[in-house]
């Protein structure tokens, strides 16, 4: 398996923008996470599936952030408009037993 | 208070030397405890879990559990410099098949040769 899969690895965006995140699990794996990393607040949870429904969006900053996940091989973040303190690296992770596998995470840079 | 606390570092250590990274937690539910490796730009990625009181081993690798007093730790015997990371503990409440992992801000490990 290629493991989790997350695109695009850099995203450079202009404030007031949409960005969508996008992110393909390791299959079989029933649950798929987006945690978002910063040097000041660390690795924060955003949202989480388990079998494509959301179960904990309470991570969420706002209204802006909205997350879907469609099928079992895909999932998107998406902020809408970005601001400048959106910018983080922003990992999808997926979870067999407990045990998380992360993407490479998405660097995002809202200018 | 956090719900995942861990030294806050950094932590030097010398080559050859073990190196002791602690976290405490404060839900007294949590199952669950894992110890992921953060290379600087990189992702996390899984090196110990443990789930009942003790220790496990693994490798260089031993990860400690005490419940009562809400504490893991883990520890790095013959540190090598390719052990420079940052180390993670995450804690998840719940069943230990499902529930959402809470992670400590890390401790960033120096090994220097």
């Known amino acids: 398996d290629a493991g989790v899969i997350q695109s695009p690895r850099h995203e450079v965006t202009e404030m007031g923008q949409e960005v969508t995140l996008r992110c393909k699990p390791i299959?079989?794996?029933?649950?798929l996470f987006w945690y978002r990393q910063t040097m000041m607040r660390g690795l924060e949870l955003l949202i989480y599936?388990?079998?494509?429904?959301?179960?904990?969006d309470s991570g969420m900053p706002e209204d802006r952030f909205s997350a879907k996940m469609p099928n079992a091989s895909f999932s998107t973040l998406k902020i809408q408009p970005s601001e400048p303190r959106d910018s983080a690296v922003y990992f999808c992770?997926?979870?067999?037993?407990?045990?998380?596998?992360f993407g490479s995470g998405t660097q995002l840079s809202v200018l | 208070q956090k719900e995942v606390e861990q030294n806050s570092g950094p932590l030097s250590v010398p080559e050859g030397a073990i190196a002791s990274l602690n976290c405490t937690y404060s839900?007294?539910?949590?199952?669950?405890f894992f110890w992921y490796r953060q290379y600087s730009g990189k992702s996390p990625e899984l090196i110990m879990s443990?789930?009942?009181?003790g220790d496990k081993e693994d490798g260089r690798f031993t990860a400690q559990l005490n419940k009562a007093s809400q504490y893991v730790s883990l520890l790095i015997r013959d540190s090598q410099p390719s052990d420079s990371a940052t180390y993670l503990c995450?804690?998840?409440?719940?069943?230990?098949?499902?529930?959402?992992?809470?992670f400590g801000d890390g401790t960033t490990l120096t090994v220097k040769p």
């Open positions: 299959s079989g794996h029933d649950y």
């Open positions: 443990i789930y009942s009181n």
């Open positions: 839900d007294r539910g949590s199952q669950s």
């Open positions: 599936f388990n079998n494509n429904v959301p179960i904990d």
């Open positions: 995450a804690v998840t409440q719940g069943n230990t098949n499902a529930g959402k992992s809470t």
């Open positions: 992770a997926s979870s067999s037993h407990g045990k998380l596998f």
